[in-house]
């Protein structure tokens, strides 16, 4: 059984009264989310505040699921909708770089100090030009980057055609470059 097969069996528990189904959900995609949700707003406390109004707001909706269509999508749809809410509401917030701890999330190490300082450097301008980009590019280049998800699963969240979901990417990308080779 794939994930899509198992994602409508437990929305149908969950649609018949089960609610303690519905944790198998939260469980799958709870990391996803999470990681979504610190990407796009760069605050851990608010990314996990915003992957609780997530789950609760997918678990109020499922009975709008459309069970022909893949649930993952459907899913994104609603917590990228939910963090950019959020992030219009707290948009100061929102563009100010983060703590230490939030890029520290971004960062890879390597096996020397001197290569692990000027790695950690690029994460941490990395970071915050993402932070930068402007919303529907940074969530296009995150789900594409650090979510993994395919052209067609952006167009499918976003509600796009496949070449916009792709333009997207394009675009944020080619402002990124932009963004990192300044000073």
Not at 73 to 96: D, G, H
Request: overall charge positive; hydrophobic content about 35%.
């Amino acid at each position: 059984m794939n994930y899509d097969e198992h994602d409508i069996r437990v929305i149908r528990q969950v649609l018949r009264g089960d609610r303690d189904a519905y944790a198998d959900i939260v469980e799958r995609y709870q990391s996803p989310i999470y990681n979504l949700a610190v990407k796009l707003t760069g605050s851990l406390s608010d990314a996990e505040d915003l992957a609780q109004d997530v789950f609760l707001r997918v678990y109020e909706s499922l009975d709008r699921f459309d069970n022909s269509k893949r649930f993952f999508p459907w899913m994104y749809t609603v917590a990228l909708n939910v963090i950019r809410n959020y992030n219009k509401k707290n948009k100061q917030i929102f563009l100010r770089i983060q703590q230490e701890n939030f890029t520290d999330k971004w960062l890879k190490h390597t096996e020397t100090p001197e290569k692990n300082v000027s790695e950690n450097q690029q994460q941490k301008k990395l970071a915050r030009c993402i932070l930068k980009l402007p919303i529907r590019l940074k969530e296009a280049v995150v789900l594409r980057y650090y979510q993994g998800l395919t052209f067609g699963e952006i167009a499918e969240a976003r509600s796009c055609s496949l070449s916009a979901a792709k333009m997207r990417v394009y675009r944020g990308l080619e402002q990124l470059n932009r963004l990192m080779q300044s000073p």
